[in-house]
């Protein structure tokens, strides 16, 4: 298989691949409350950075240099990155860190590079001087860009169907109630 279609059905198979990722861990799991406790606070912060993000974001309209945008390239992957570190918390299972870790190894090397392909394609110039200014994923503590206000808004968060994340996350984390209580 060329490169080229190899990188693309990893880019196409990105959020199914997720799931048999997920039902084995929580096949795997040994959660306990304080396991829970600590996934769920952290997952609330990766929620917390996608819900901010995807209220910023204007697929392919604009490139976006806004709220979380100023900090990092890629805050919709930072906070996949720390849902993923509070399903394998939760889940109180080695196996959680070691399936989350291959995924994240595995697809979004590609994900973030075809991202930014795409970025360069569609905003040449803006994009160019956007990467020498901020960091690709992990997060500048102060942004070098000038202020953008008024950028938030909550019909880009129903537009991108973010809500999708926030019950996804909730139904994991019923199910590890359950699975605390049964077994």
Do not use: D
């Not at 048999?20 to 996934?39: E, F, H, Q």
């Amino acid at each position: 298989m060329p490169k080229k279609n190899f990188t693309k059905t990893i880019y196409k198979w990105r959020v199914r691949a997720a799931f048999p990722g997920i039902i084995l861990t929580v096949v795997l799991a040994k959660p306990s409350l304080y396991s829970i406790l600590g996934g769920v606070a952290i997952c609330v912060l990766g929620l917390l950075i996608r819900t901010w993000a995807c209220c910023h974001i204007q697929k392919e309209k604009e490139l976006t240099i806004s709220g979380p945008y100023q900090y990092t390239r890629n805050p919709l992957y930072l906070g996949n990155l720390i849902l993923g570190i509070s399903i394998a918390v939760g889940s109180w299972s080695w196996w959680a860190f070691g399936i989350f870790s291959a995924y994240f190894l595995i697809f979004y090397p590609v994900v973030i590079k075809l991202e930014k392909e795409k970025m360069e394609r569609l905003f040449p110039q803006q994009y160019v001087n956007y990467k020498k200014k901020v960091p690709l994923f992990v997060p500048c503590l102060r942004s070098s860009l000038p202020s953008e206000k008024n950028k938030f808004s909550w019909k880009h968060y129903q537009k991108n169907k973010e809500q999708r994340s926030l019950i996804t996350a909730a139904i994991f984390w019923i199910i590890m109630i359950g699975k605390m209580i049964l077994f």
